[in-house]
């Protein structure tokens, strides 16, 4: 078993859906053994043409011209989703902010571990600082399964607790800060959520809470027997270890899937660029 030092949203949310599952993919690094989803390719060529379109953003927001980024927009899918950002009435606020933070990573201690996570985009200006997060979701999520998401309460949540350093230093309040979920192929319905410092409280208590269960069950304590699988078996449909647990080999959907297996790599984030508050 490999050590452990760090959590984000994908592995709490691989947690919280099926502990067995963040076993094998967090601590013990398995590679996938099983196709994700089927038809796997093309659900393949749909991710990297995500992964190709938030660089296209990223590149965008350094400063590169929209016609020259543009012309690297180069199938069908890029060119709708690069249209469709161009277009968007809800990101045209940027060029009034004064801060614009892409691709920056932002960690803070959080039991035994650290808490990463990597923000497409954070807009800061003097009362307000807003995550924007690019989805190239087939499928509009509903807002209210969103708000539930790991990925929307760790966000906020740490950069209340470690964005000191885009504020010159004083930090934003929990009611500063807003998180936009927006979809490429959904421009003009984002899913916007504002922050309180209840929701904040109560964020941060549960990430203490499951960073000690993590850190018990790593240790094999038999009180938590470990890392159990999960017994909602429809998780399994979709999930890559299932020939590791004996629960069917028929892939699920891979709209569905796309939704639930979300899973950024935590080891590609690059450790120098962590903008982190000390231990
Ligand atoms: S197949 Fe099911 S039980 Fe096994 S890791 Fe995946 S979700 Fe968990």
């Avoid at 000690?212 to 069950?217: G, V």
Wanted: aromatic share 12%; charged share 25%.
């Amino acid at each position: 078993m490999q050590n452990l030092n760090t959590l984000s949203q994908s592995s709490l949310q691989d947690y919280h859906d099926c502990p067995r599952r963040f076993e094998l993919r967090y601590v013990q690094r398995l590679a996938y053994p099983a196709l994700e989803t089927e038809p796997a390719i093309e659900n393949e060529k749909h991710q990297q043409e995500g992964e190709y379109f938030h660089r296209l953003v990223q590149q965008h927001l350094i400063g590169i011209p929209a016609e020259q980024v543009g012309k690297l927009a180069n199938s069908a899918n890029l060119q709708r989703w690069w249209e469709n950002y161009i277009n968007a009435k809800d990101l045209t606020g940027f060029k009034n902010l004064s801060g614009l933070y892409s691709e920056i990573t932002l960690s803070a201690p959080l039991g035994k571990f650290r808490l990463v996570a990597k923000y497409d985009l954070i807009a800061v200006d003097e009362n307000k600082a807003v995550i924007y997060d690019w989805k190239t979701y087939r499928k509009r999520p509903k807002t209210e399964w969103l708000s539930i998401r790991w990925q929307t309460r760790v966000y906020r949540a740490l950069l209340a607790r470690a964005g000191e350093h885009l504020n010159n230093g004083n930090g934003f309040a929990p009611e500063q800060i807003e998180m936009i979920y927006w979809f490429s192929d959904f421009p003009n319905d984002p899913a916007r959520f504002i922050y309180n410092a209840d929701q904040y409280n109560r964020d941060w208590s549960a990430l203490e809470k499951i960073a000690d269960e993590i850190t018990t069950a790593s240790a094999g304590s038999t009180l938590l027997a470990g890392f159990p699988k999960t017994d909602e078996v429809s998780k399994c449909g979709y999930c890559p270890y299932r020939s590791y647990c004996n629960r069917g080999v028929r892939a699920g959907d891979a709209i569905d899937a796309e939704l639930e297996t979300e899973a950024e790599e935590l080891f590609d984030i690059n450790f120098e660029q962590i903008g982190e508050i000390a231990f």
